[in-house]
C-alpha cells in the first residue's frame, strides 16, 4: 500500500510537517507495512518555506532586515542550492504577526524588509526566486521592497519619500537608475491566491486595508495613494499593471512585482506541489490524506485541500480529508475531489482545547480511518 500525506497546517497549532507527521503514525498503526510519503503543502502564505524544505531537504537560511515598522528582526528562507532557487516569505519579513495590535497601522508599515530578503537571495547567487504573499502587515504598493532594491520614490523637492502607503501621495518622481541590476537575470514567480486588483472597492486598501489596522478614513485615503502610485508608474513603465488580478495582493505588493520586476503569479499550492514533487509521489498511491485546521465552502477557493485533491484526482487516487472542524458547507468539497472528511473532536471541547491537542487527535482520528480503510478492503 502506498500513501500520500500532504496536508496544510493547522493554524496557530501545528506546521504542515508536523500535521504530516501526527497522521502517518496513525495510520501505519494500521498499516506498519505500507510506504508512507509525507508531502506538507502550502498556500504561498505562512508555512510555505517550511513546507518546501520539509519536502525538498532544501537549506534553512536567516538574515537580519526591517521589521514593518523598521523595527529589527530576524526572517528565515529557504534555498535550494542545486536549482539556486530562494523560497521566500513575505509574512517572515514584513507580516502582520510582526507588529503588535496596538501598534497596527497600514499607512505607515513598510515592505522593504521582503526587499532585503530579495537582495539577500540575489547575494546567495539565486536564478530563481520564489516569493508567497500572505499575512502581510502592509498597504504600500511594495514601494517599501522596490527601495531595498535601489529604486528612489522622491517628493517635488526630490527628498525620499518616507516609509508607507500614506507618504504615496506625495510621489512625484520614480528614479530606476540605482535599481539592483541582477534582477535582470532572475526569473521572478510569486505565489499568491487573491485575484483583487491594486485599487477601487475590491482592492488592497479597501479589502485588506482594516484587518491591517486602517480606520475607514485612511482606507480612502490609501486607496487614494495607492492610485496615484500606479499613475506615476505607469507614466514611468509606459504600461498600467494596476487593474492585474493579484495586483492588490500583499497590499499592493503584487502590484510592484509585475510592474518592476517582470514577475509572473501563480497560485501557491501548485508552486510547492510542485517543488515538493506532489506529483510524482502520486503515481501508483492507493490514497491521499490532506487537511488543514477548518474546512468549510470557503476551502474551494484557493485552499490546500482542494489544491491538491485536484491533483490526486487528475491522478486517479482517492482522497481523504482530516481537519480541526468541519464548518458550514463543507460538503461542497466532495464535487471538488474529496471522497470524505473528518473533523478530529472526540466531543466537545473548546478552541484552545482542540489546538493544544490537535497532534494527538490527528494521529487518532487518522488510525480510526484506517481501520475503516482497512475494513472497506477486505
Given at each position: 500500500?502506498?500513501?500520500?500525506?500532504?496536508?496544510?497546517?493547522?493554524?496557530?497549532?501545528?506546521?504542515?510537517?508536523?500535521?504530516?507527521?501526527?497522521?502517518?503514525?496513525?495510520?501505519?498503526?494500521?498499516?506498519?507495512?505500507?510506504?508512507?510519503?509525507?508531502?506538507?503543502?502550502?498556500?504561498?502564505?505562512?508555512?510555505?518555506?517550511?513546507?518546501?524544505?520539509?519536502?525538498?531537504?532544501?537549506?534553512?537560511?536567516?538574515?537580519?532586515?526591517?521589521g514593518p515598522l523598521g523595527k529589527p528582526v530576524i526572517a528565515h528562507w529557504g534555498w535550494l542550492g542545486e536549482e539556486r532557487c530562494a523560497v521566500l516569505e513575505m509574512a517572515a519579513a514584513s507580516g502582520l504577526h510582526l507588529v503588535p495590535r496596538e501598534q497596527r497601522d497600514a499607512s505607515l508599515t513598510s515592505s522593504f524588509g521582503t526587499g532585503e530578503l530579495i537582495r539577500a537571495a540575489l547575494d546567495a547567487g539565486a536564478r530563481r526566486i520564489i516569493l508567497g504573499l500572505g499575512g502581510s502587515a502592509t498597504n504600500d504598493g511594495g514601494a517599501g521592497l522596490l527601495q531595498a532594491l535601489g529604486v528612489r520614490f522622491l517628493d517635488a523637492c526630490d527628498n525620499p519619500l518616507t516609509p508607507g502607503g500614506a507618504a504615496l501621495a506625495d510621489l512625484v518622481h520614480i528614479d530606476l537608475s540605482a535599481m539592483d541590476p541582477r534582477l535582470d537575470?532572475?526569473?521572478?514567480?510569486?505565489?499568491?491566491?487573491?485575484?483583487?486588483?491594486?485599487?477601487?472597492?475590491?482592492?488592497?486598501?479597501?479589502?485588506?486595508?482594516?484587518?491591517k489596522g486602517a480606520h475607514a478614513d485612511q482606507v480612502e485615503t490609501l486607496d487614494a495613494a495607492l492610485a496615484h502610485f500606479a499613475e506615476v508608474a505607469s507614466a514611468v513603465l509606459g504600461e498600467d499593471h494596476s487593474r492585474f488580478p493579484g495586483a492588490g495582493a500583499a497590499g499592493g505588493l503584487g502590484f510592484a512585482a509585475r510592474a518592476f520586476l517582470g514577475a509572473r503569479f501563480r497560485p501557491g499550492i501548485e508552486l510547492v506541489a510542485e517543488l515538493s514533487g506532489l506529483a510524482d509521489a502520486l503515481k501508483g498511491a492507493d490514497v491521499l490524506i490532506t487537511g488543514e485546521g477548518r474546512l468549510d465552502s470557503q476551502s474551494?477557493?484557493?485552499?490546500?485541500?482542494?489544491?491538491?485533491?485536484?491533483?490526486?484526482?487528475?491522478?486517479?487516487?482517492?482522497?481523504?480529508?482530516?481537519?480541526?472542524?468541519?464548518?458550514?458547507?463543507?460538503?461542497?468539497?466532495?464535487?471538488?475531489?474529496?471522497?470524505?472528511?473528518?473533523?478530529l473532536s472526540p466531543g466537545p471541547q473548546s478552541l484552545e482545547q482542540s489546538m493544544t491537542h490537535a497532534a494527538t487527535e490527528l494521529q487518532a482520528r487518522a488510525c480510526d480511518v484506517a481501520r475503516v480503510w482497512r475494513m472497506a478492503r477486505g
Open positions: 500500500m502506498k500513501v500520500v500525506i500532504a496536508p496544510d497546517s493547522f493554524k496557530e497549532s501545528l506546521s504542515a510537517p508536523e500535521v504530516a507527521s501526527a497522521i502517518a503514525r496513525g495510520w501505519l498503526q494500521v498499516f506498519p507495512e505500507a510506504e508512507v510519503l509525507q508531502r506538507p503543502m502550502a498556500d504561498g502564505g505562512e508555512g510555505t518555506v517550511d513546507a518546501v524544505l520539509a519536502a525538498t531537504g532544501g537549506e534553512r537560511r536567516e538574515c537580519r532586515v526591517s537575470d532572475v526569473e521572478m514567480l510569486i505565489a499568491a491566491d487573491v485575484d483583487n486588483p491594486l485599487c477601487g472597492p475590491r482592492g488592497a486598501s479597501w479589502v485588506f486595508g482594516p484587518q474551494l477557493h484557493g485552499k490546500t485541500p482542494v489544491g491538491v485533491a485536484r491533483l490526486a484526482q487528475a491522478a486517479g487516487v482517492p482522497v481523504l480529508a482530516l481537519a480541526g472542524s468541519l464548518g458550514e458547507g463543507y460538503q461542497a468539497l466532495y464535487g471538488a475531489g474529496i471522497d470524505a472528511a473528518f473533523a
